[in-house]
């Protein structure tokens, strides 16, 4: 069965400094992997997404997060944290079985920037 | 400008009332989604629908009704019968390219509040 757990429910850093939100999943099949990013009272905005292509994945706004197969995970990180980073971010899993009719999404991770 | 459009933004409701959310996109996308998100959790699937004048039942359906009559909408209802209505209702749609890699795109969310 899917499943995706993410690590940190609240991750707080001081801007320009790097930002790394952590990201495990469980998966049978070859899976799909998403970051969606949603400010307070807003919708979900897709980061980025790994489809079975290459490993590291680049994103909006300087995100990129790198598929580890053998780790089962999944780590979303920025080089240098900006105050509009802040937000709640979810790590989300498909797969060939489940199509996108069944999307797993993480409880979030709140991401506080530090002026 | 492409997206998905969902009204009202915030909505109130008594107990013992039925309240239907809209939920309308211009992408030309297949299927359409309903999710339901509460505090310090992820998102569930309430209802999805891959084409026209069909749809499947997601999680946690008990309590809601839907319809596809046209592509472009997605009407939710939520009726009497759901016992914890309050909560932040959001529609997504995608268009399928198998194999779970489907990216959803997200409208910006009804916060309903039974009072």
């Known amino acids: 069965a899917q499943s995706v757990t993410q690590l940190d429910s609240h991750v707080s850093v001081s801007e320009g400094t790097p930002v790394l939100l952590r990201c495990n999943y469980s998966?049978?099949?070859?899976?799909?992997l998403f970051w969606y990013v949603q400010h307070p009272n807003k919708g979900l905005q897709l980061l980025l997404k790994?489809?079975?292509?290459?490993?590291l994945v680049k994103g909006i706004n300087g995100f990129e997060a790198e598929f580890k197969k053998s780790e089962t995970s999944f780590h979303l990180t920025k080089p240098s944290a900006h105050m509009s980073d802040a937000a709640e971010y979810f790590c989300v899993v498909s797969d060939l079985r489940t199509g996108a009719n069944n999307l797993f999404f993480g409880t979030g991770t709140r991401l506080t920037v530090i002026p | 400008d492409g997206g998905i459009t969902q009204s009202p933004k915030y909505l109130f409701r008594k107990e013992g009332q039925n309240v239907t959310l809209s939920c309308e996109q211009n992408?030309?996308?297949?299927?359409m989604y309903w999710y339901r998100q509460d505090p310090g959790q992820g998102l569930r699937l309430i209802y999805y629908?891959?084409?026209?004048?069909?749809?499947q039942k997601g999680d946690i359906a008990e309590g809601y009704s839907v319809s596809r009559e046209k592509k472009e909408s997605f009407p939710l209802t939520v009726t009497s019968a759901q016992k914890n209505p309050t909560a932040f209702y959001l529609c997504?749609?995608?268009?399928?390219?198998?194999?779970?890699?489907?990216?959803?795109?997200f409208g910006p969310g009804t916060r309903l509040t039974v009072l």
């Open positions: 790994y489809t079975s292509a290459a490993t």
């Open positions: 992408l030309n996308h297949d299927a």
């Open positions: 629908s891959q084409i026209v004048n069909d749809f």
């Open positions: 998966s049978s099949y070859s899976p799909s």
């Open positions: 997504a749609s995608s268009t399928p390219q198998g194999l779970g890699t489907d990216t959803q795109y």
